[in-house]
Structure formats: structure tokens, C-alpha cells
């Protein structure tokens, strides 16, 4: 799968900015730079300039000065993708960068695919393929949390999990298959017993990886959090509260919000993406209808739900049927409008609800109470621990989960062998198709297509 064109993009948000980058990568980069640079005295030679080192002067197309530039030259194998690199800091005006990056393709140069400098990376082994990955989550980082945990990753705290794993494997099947090309100098009495413990622990910390990966998702992509509850109860105050705006409209009027309304937010770093939906009752307006059919919908969908419950008003059939739907759900339950005569009590739902577990915060959207306690409340809820950021590796790619349980699937197979006393060559074959699984994640195992279509998904210039 080694490239060898020389590749050329804009490295920059094609947006207005001080500073924009065209990046060239390959054989020829420094070459293809020298033929579009010019210095300011007239040398203009970048093969004689020593790497990780910049120069002033100016990008020129035949003739005309398209910019005044600063470039940087970094000579393999010590760059990004450890090819020659070089790197043109011009005015980050859109126009003048896709001018530069067309002169640079004049000269030679082919225009990058989306993450194309990072696949060069990765295919001249400067970095394997979970590091690659985490490349694109820190540039899609949604929340301090997830840009923590994608640092983590590119320093390699899953890599480094997954290679140790696989050595121990390794050295295994190595023992097997010496033992069985040469049973009169290797013995397997009494291997099986020492073998046994060493899959069982190997078990225990692809099961830990694997558990760790539904916290990682939400970490990663945020938690999907759905508000619902009776017209007229406050949940549109409440998304108002948190987005820190007036996104929706709230008047005394029952059913205000009559479709969905979707915010994504921070709170202390977690990332929640919030859907108000319309009020839960009996109606018979259409429009109104479709509404609250859909409320239902996103509710049975959600990461979380938060049930506004308005306290000076009794409970009804739209409150049991509510209720339905916080069965075997992560939920949060607000007694809203606590600054009038309560009318409901925490009591008279943990009885409606059946679970003591069920956490209840008395909150008033008119005068912002409450809304601390829920913010730490959602905290302990997703996370327990884990927003100290300690030393624990979290996934946070379903592909990297998947190839986890595919080799946990093969190490109870050997598991299984060892208990029943099958011949050495059947742990082997399993060991291997561990060993292979795990390999899928530094891509270590993995076919051309598979490389293609991760970094595809990258943007263009990284």
C-alpha cells in the first residue's frame, strides 16, 4: 500500500484567518517548493536549507507573486508523515490559498485525498492505525472529556494495551508450535494448568476494554438526552436554562412546543445533546399528534431522560403513561416549579415508579434552582470516576470493540479447550485468531480496503 506521488492540500479551514497552510508530502515536496518559492534575496534553493527550519520570501506562479509566505522544510524520516514535507504559511485569505495550492499542482504535485497525510503516516509506519484514528477524534472533539481521552489514544494508551496483549499471546503459540516441532527437547506436561490462568486474565482485561467502550461512546459523541413531560411543565425553560439562551418558546399556554427541538451542549465538559420535545397528553390536533408520537419515539432512543414533572399540578394518565417509559432507562426526574404549593411529591413517584434508585431533583426554571445538583447528578450518573481522568483506557471506536470481542470470542475457545483437555494445536489455532482480531486495531491485520475507507472519513489537508 505504499504511496510514493508527491501529495499537496490546503491544511487550513478554507475560511478568512490570519494564517493559512498549504501542505506538500513526498519525493519531490521539497523540489516542487523550491520550483513556487522565491526568497527575499533572490536565492531561493530549499534543498540546501537543513530540516525543521523556516524562510521568508514569497510564492510565485511563473512571474507573478501570488504571497508573501513563510515555509517550513522538514526532511524525512523526521516529519508527520516521515516523507519530505513542506509547509507554506501564507495569508489565510481562501483565494490566495487555493491560487498557491494551484501553482504547487502545476508543478507536479497531486492534490491530497482526505487523509491522505495521516494514511502516509500510518502506511510508513510512524504511527499505527488506533493512533490514526485518534487523530480525527481530537479534530472532532466534541467536549473536554472526549479531547482528553483522544490525547490518550494518540500518545497510545489503547495501542500499548493491545500490543502487550498481543505479546503474551504471541509467546504462547510460539511455546505451542516449538513444542510440537520438537517434543523431545520442549515438554507440554503441565502446561495446560499454567496456561489456563494466563487466558483467564487475558479474558478479564479484553472484557474491561469491551465494558468500557458504551462509557466511550458517550464520552466521544455525547449523551443523547431527551426532555419530556406534560404540556405547560417547564421543559422548554429548562432547554433555555442550559443552552444559555432563548432557543425555545415558552408561554402559559399548553402545548407551545409541538415538534422537536434539538441543542448540543456542555456541561462542566460533558457533552449533552438535548431534544425538547412536545407535551405528552390525550389531543386530538393533528399537528399536535405527530408531536407527541415522536416524543415517545426519541424517548425510547435516549441516553438519558429527563421527566419534568410540574409539582402544583396532580398526576394523570399522561403521567403513567411517562412513567412507562423510564422502565430499564437511565432517567433524571425534576420536580419543576417548586416555588409554588407542591402538589406531587417524591414520595408519591418513587411509589408510582416502583425503583428507590430513581434520582429526583426539585428544581424551579423561574427562579434556577436545582440546576447544579442535576448538572453533578449526570456526572455520577455516566461516569462514576471517570471524570478525574485517572490512568484507565477507554474505547471509544466501535471498530476497536468489535475486534475485541472477536478475539475475547476466540479466548474462551481456548478456554473451553484447556477444560476439556483438547490436544495443544487447538489452542493454537484459537490463540492465533486472537491474536489476529487484536491485530485490527493498530492495523496490524488489515487489508487495503479497510485503510481506505477509515481515512476517507478524515478531512481534507490532515
Do not use: W
Not at 522544510?73 to 508527520?80: D, F, H, L, Q, R
Amino acid at each position: 500500500m505504499k504511496q510514493t506521488e508527491t501529495i499537496a492540500a490546503i491544511a487550513t479551514a478554507l475560511s478568512d484567518s490570519g494564517i493559512g497552510i498549504v501542505r506538500i508530502s513526498g519525493e519531490e515536496a521539497i523540489e516542487i517548493g523550491n520550483r513556487v518559492y522565491k526568497s527575499k534575496n533572490g536565492c531561493h534553493n530549499l534543498k540546501d536549507y537543513g530540516s525543521h527550519t523556516i524562510h521568508y520570501g514569497f510564492i510565485v506562479d511563473g512571474e507573478e507573486i501570488l504571497d508573501e509566505v513563510m515555509v517550513a522544510i522538514m526532511k524525512a524520516p523526521n516529519s508527520y508523515t516521515k516523507e519530505d514535507t513542506v509547509e507554506i504559511n501564507c495569508h489565510g485569505g481562501v483565494l490566495i490559498m487555493q491560487k498557491i495550492l494551484e501553482a504547487v499542482l502545476k508543478q507536479g504535485a497531486r492534490l491530497a485525498e482526505p487523509g491522505e497525510f495521516t494514511k502516509r503516516a500510518f502506511l510508513n509506519g510512524r504511527i499505527d492505525l488506533a493512533r490514526a484514528e485518534a487523530v480525527m477524534d481530537l479534530i472532532h472533539s466534541r467536549n473536554e472529556f472526549a479531547l482528553k481521552s483522544s490525547v490518550k489514544q494518540l500518545k497510545g494508551s489503547v495501542s500499548d494495551c493491545i500490543r502487550k496483549m498481543r505479546e503474551e499471546i504471541l509467546y504462547e503459540i510460539a511455546f505451542i508450535e516449538s513444542a510440537l516441532d520438537d517434543p523431545e527437547h520442549i515438554s507440554t506436561e503441565g502446561y495446560p494448568e499454567k496456561l489456563l490462568p494466563k487466558i483467564q486474565e487475558l479474558l478479564g482485561r479484553c472484557e474491561k476494554l469491551i465494558n468500557s467502550a458504551d462509557n466511550g461512546k458517550v464520552l466521544k459523541e455525547g449523551i443523547n438526552t431527551v426532555i419530556v413531560g406534560k404540556p405547560n411543565a417547564g421543559k422548554s425553560s429548562l432547554l433555555n436554562i442550559l443552552v444559555g439562551e432563548d432557543k425555545a418558546i415558552v408561554t402559559d399556554v399548553a402545548g407551545t412546543t409541538r415538534d422537536v427541538l434539538e441543542e448540543s451542549i456542555r456541561l462542566h465538559g460533558i457533552g449533552l445533546n438535548i431534544i425538547d420535545t412536545a407535551g405528552i397528553r390525550a389531543t386530538e390536533d393533528v399537528v399536535e399528534k405527530i408531536g407527541v408520537q415522536r416524543a415517545l419515539k426519541y424517548a425510547k432512543d435516549a441516553d438519558l431522560i429527563l421527566y419534568v414533572v410540574d409539582s402544583s399540578v396532580a398526576l394523570d394518565e399522561s403521567d403513567e403513561e411517562i412513567l412507562d417509559l423510564l422502565k430499564d432507562k437511565k432517567c433524571i426526574i425534576l420536580l419543576n416549579k417548586t416555588d409554588l404549593e407542591p402538589v406531587v411529591t417524591e414520595e408519591m413517584l418513587r411509589e408510582k415508579i416502583g425503583d428507590p434508585r430513581v434520582c429526583m431533583i426539585r428544581t424551579s426554571t423561574k427562579d434556577n434552582t436545582g440546576i447544579e445538583a442535576f448538572e453533578n447528578t449526570i456526572k455520577d450518573m455516566f461516569f462514576g470516576g471517570m471524570l478525574s481522568f485517572n490512568e484507565e483506557v477507554v474505547i471509544t471506536s466501535m471498530r476497536h470493540k468489535q475486534a475485541l470481542e472477536e478475539a475475547r470470542d476466540s479466548l474462551l475457545m481456548v478456554k473451553k479447550s484447556l477444560e476439556d483437555e483438547m490436544p495443544e494445536d487447538f489452542y493454537s489455532i484459537d490463540l492465533m485468531s486472537a491474536y489476529a482480531s487484536l491485530g485490527l486495531i493498530i492495523g496490524e491485520e488489515v487489508g487495503e480496503d479497510l485503510v481506505n475507507e477509515i481515512f476517507s472519513k478524515f478531512c481534507m489537508g490532515k
